[in-house]
C-alpha cells in the first residue's frame, strides 16, 4: 500500500492496518486456544502471570524513557527493540493473568488501572537509572535472571506459559549479551568508566536478593512445577555474573548479609547520560521501607512515578478510541 | 467470471507489511492455510513478542481473503514451536538478497545446559549483498526493526542490513 506521506499512511481510516498508532489493538492472544491446566488454582496462577508480566512492562518502560537519551543511536535503537520484546512479553502475560483471574480484566485494564501497590515487579525493574552505567547494569542482573527463570519455564507443565517462555528465551538471550558487552566495554575501558561501572555494580547487587526470594504464591505454584522457584536460580545467575565481572575487571565487593546501604553513589561529572528517568527517585530504590519486597506489592516511590506516566492518558480519557 | 483462486494462493501472495519483498508464507509467518465447507483457517506464528507488525499481518490476510470472495475466514495465532529465521524459503532470502537486505544464516543450536553468554559477536560470514565479499563486520546489533542488525561492507565501503537469525 502506498502513501504520499507518513502522516496519511497514520491517519488513513480506509485501512484496518493501525501499526503502533492508535486503539485498534486486539489481544495479542487472540485465536490462540485458551485453556488451563487441570487442579491449578488459578487465583495463583493470575497473580505469578502478573509477576513475570509486571517486571517486563515495568522494565519495558524504563528502557523507553532512555530512548533520546542513550549515548549513541545505535543504542538507542538497542534499548527500543529491547523495551519493544518486554513489552510484548508483557502483554502476553497479562492478557493471560486476565484469562486466569477470570473477572474480565483485559491487558489493558491491567497495565492502566492498577494502582502501585497491586503491581508485582520486583523493585529491580522499577529503579530509576543514575548513569548508563546503572541503566546497564541493572538491565545485566535484570536478564540474566529472566533468562535462567524463562529457560525452564519453557519446560513447564501449562503449554501456554512454556510457549511464551520458550519465545522470550531467545530473545533475552541477546537482551543479556548486549547488556554484558556494555558493562564490559566501560568495566575493562577507562578509568573514568571503570569507577562508575563499579559504583553501579556495588550500588545494585543489594537489589538482587530480592530475585531470589521466593513469594508465597511462587512458593505454592513451584511445589506443582507449575511456577519455578526463584532461589533455585541463584547459582546460574551467579555464574553468568562472575564471567561478566571477570572480563571486565571488576571486583564488586562480596555482598553483607544486612541491607546496607550501598557505597559510592557517583557523583562525577553529571553528563548528558545522566538519570534521564530518575527526577528525584530515591537513589537507593528503596523506598521508605527497606525490606519490603515487589512481589507483596512494596514499591518505591519510584513506581509511582512510572505509573504517573505510563497511565496519564488512559485514565484521562479510558474510554478514548483514535 | 473468474475462476476463484484458491485461500491458500489467496493468502499466499500476501507480502510481509515491513519486507514487503517478500510473502508471509516465504518469512514462514503462515504456517498453514486450510479450506473447509467455504471457511478458510489461516495459522500464523509471530516472529518477535513485541512485534507490532502481527496486527497488520492479520489484517492484510483477511482484507486479502475477503477481496478474493472468501467471506468466512479465521486467522489462529500459533505460539509454539516459536518463529526461527531457519523458516524463511529459498525463494525469501534471495528476494531478501536481491533487497540488499542480508538473509539471515542458520538459526543457531543450542546445546543442553544454560544458555551461554556471548561477550564476543560470533565470527559469522554475512556475504554483502552488493559486492559479495564475505569480509563484512556488524555496525550495530540492532537496527530499524526487531529482525534487522546493521553491518557494513568494507571492499564496497556500502553499510547493509542483515536478517539476524534467530
Redesign the interface.
Known amino acids: 500500500m502506498a502513501f504520499d506521506d507518513a502522516y496519511q499512511a497514520l491517519t488513513d481510516h480506509d485501512d484496518d492496518a493501525r501499526w503502533a498508532y492508535g486503539t485498534g489493538f486486539t489481544d495479542p492472544l487472540a485465536g490462540v486456544p485458551g485453556g488451563f491446566p487441570e487442579g491449578v488454582d488459578r487465583a495463583d496462577l493470575a497473580a505469578y502471570h502478573l509477576m513475570l508480566g509486571d517486571d517486563a512492562l515495568i522494565m519495558s518502560h524504563r528502557l523507553q524513557q532512555w530512548v533520546t537519551h542513550a549515548p549513541e543511536l545505535e543504542d538507542e535503537l538497542a534499548l527500543a527493540n529491547i523495551g519493544l520484546d518486554l513489552l510484548g512479553q508483557a502483554r502476553l502475560l497479562l492478557t493471560r493473568a486476565g484469562e486466569a483471574e477470570g473477572e474480565g480484566r483485559d491487558e489493558d485494564a491491567l497495565a492502566y488501572h492498577r494502582g502501585p501497590a497491586e503491581f508485582r515487579n520486583v523493585r529491580l525493574a522499577e529503579r530509576g537509572d543514575a548513569d548508563f552505567a546503572h541503566l546497564v547494569g541493572r538491565l545485566l542482573f535484570f536478564t540474566t535472571w529472566r533468562l535462567s527463570l524463562f529457560d525452564r519455564l519453557a519446560s513447564a507443565p501449562d503449554p501456554m506459559l512454556a510457549a511464551i517462555a520458550a519465545k522470550g528465551v531467545k530473545e533475552l538471550t541477546y537482551h543479556r549479551d548486549y547488556a554484558a558487552r556494555w558493562v564490559v566495554r566501560l568495566g575493562d575501558g577507562t578509568d573514568l568508566s571503570h569507577r562508575r561501572m563499579t559504583a553501579a555494580v556495588g550500588a545494585l547487587l543489594p537489589l538482587t536478593e530480592e530475585l531470589f526470594q521466593p513469594s508465597e504464591v511462587e512458593l505454592r505454584l513451584s511445589a506443582s512445577g507449575i511456577a519455578v522457584d526463584p532461589s533455585s536460580l541463584r547459582a546460574e545467575f551467579d555464574a553468568v555474573l562472575a564471567e561478566v565481572f571477570a572480563a571486565a575487571t571488576l571486583k564488586p565487593a562480596p555482598m553483607a548479609a544486612t541491607n546496607a546501604e550501598p557505597a559510592g553513589h557517583d557523583t562525577e561529572s553529571p553528563g548528558h547520560d545522566t538519570d534521564p528517568t530518575g527526577r528525584g527517585t530515591d537513589p537507593t530504590g528503596r523506598g521508605t521501607d527497606p525490606t519490603g519486597r515487589g512481589r507483596d506489592g512494596e514499591h518505591t516511590e519510584a513506581l509511582s512515578e512510572i505509573l504517573a506516566e505510563l497511565q496519564q492518558l488512559a485514565r484521562a480519557v479510558p474510554w478514548g478510541v483514535w | 467470471m473468474a475462476a476463484p483462486r484458491s485461500a491458500a494462493a489467496v493468502v499466499g501472495a500476501v507480502v510481509d507489511?515491513e519486507l514487503p519483498m517478500v510473502t508471509l508464507v516465504e518469512l514462514g509467518i503462515v504456517r498453514e492455510v486450510r479450506e473447509d465447507a467455504g471457511a478458510v483457517l489461516v495459522t500464523i506464528t509471530?516472529t518477535?513478542?513485541?512485534?507490532?507488525?502481527?496486527?497488520?499481518i492479520?489484517?492484510?490476510i483477511l482484507?486479502a481473503l475477503r477481496r478474493a470472495g472468501w467471506t468466512h475466514a479465521?486467522?489462529?495465532?500459533?505460539?509454539?514451536?516459536?518463529w526461527t529465521t531457519d523458516w524463511i524459503s529459498e525463494s525469501g532470502r534471495r528476494k531478501l538478497a536481491e533487497a540488499g537486505i542480508a538473509p539471515p544464516g542458520a538459526a543457531p543450536r543450542r546445546a543442553a545446559g544454560?544458555?551461554p553468554?556471548?561477550?564476543?559477536p560470533r565470527p559469522v560470514v554475512i556475504a554483502c549483498p552488493r559486492c559479495g565479499d564475505t569480509a563484512t563486520e556488524e555496525?550495530?546489533?540492532?537496527?530499524?526493526t526487531?529482525c534487522r542488525e546493521?553491518r557494513r561492507c568494507p571492499a564496497c565501503g556500502e553499510p547493509f542490513e542483515h536478517m539476524?537469525e534467530?
Open positions: 507489511p509471530p518477535y513478542s513485541g512485534c507490532p507488525a502481527m496486527e497488520a492479520r489484517d492484510d482484507g479465521v486467522v489462529r495465532t500459533r505460539i509454539a514451536p516459536a544454560p544458555v553468554l556471548t561477550l564476543t555496525i550495530a546489533a540492532f537496527g530499524a526487531a546493521l539476524k534467530i
